[in-house]
C-alpha cells in the first residue's frame, strides 16, 4: 500500500526563532500589526510504501527521530494517510 506523510518540524517554544522574529518585524513595519509570535520551521512530504498505516507511521517516526529533527531545538508532529 501506499501512503503519504505530511511532517512539520518546528522549532521548540521555549526557544527564540530568529527567522520567525524577522518575519514578526517585517510584517509590523508593513502595516500588520495585529500579526505576532510568527514562527518559521520546516515542511516535508513523504511517499511511503509499507504494509499497513502502523508500519508507516512507525517508519516515519524513525525518519524524523534520526534525521529530520534536532530534539534540543525542534519538535515534529506528523500525519500518514493512505494514496
Do not use: W
Not at 518559521?40 to 527521530?65: F, M, N, P, R
Amino acid at each position: 500500500m501506499k501512503f503519504i506523510s505530511e511532517i512539520n518540524v518546528m522549532p521548540l517554544k521555549a526557544l527564540l526563532d530568529p527567522q520567525g522574529k524577522a518575519v514578526t518585524m517585517t510584517l509590523h513595519n508593513n502595516g500588520y500589526a495585529a500579526i505576532d509570535n510568527v514562527r518559521i520551521g520546516k515542511h516535508i512530504t513523504l511517499e511511503i510504501e509499507a504494509e499497513s498505516k502502523d508500519e508507516a507511521e512507525k517508519t516515519v517516526t524513525e525518519i524524523c527521530t534520526k534525521l529530520l529533527h534536532n530534539p534540543i531545538m525542534e519538535g515534529y508532529k506528523f500525519t500518514v494517510n493512505e494514496m
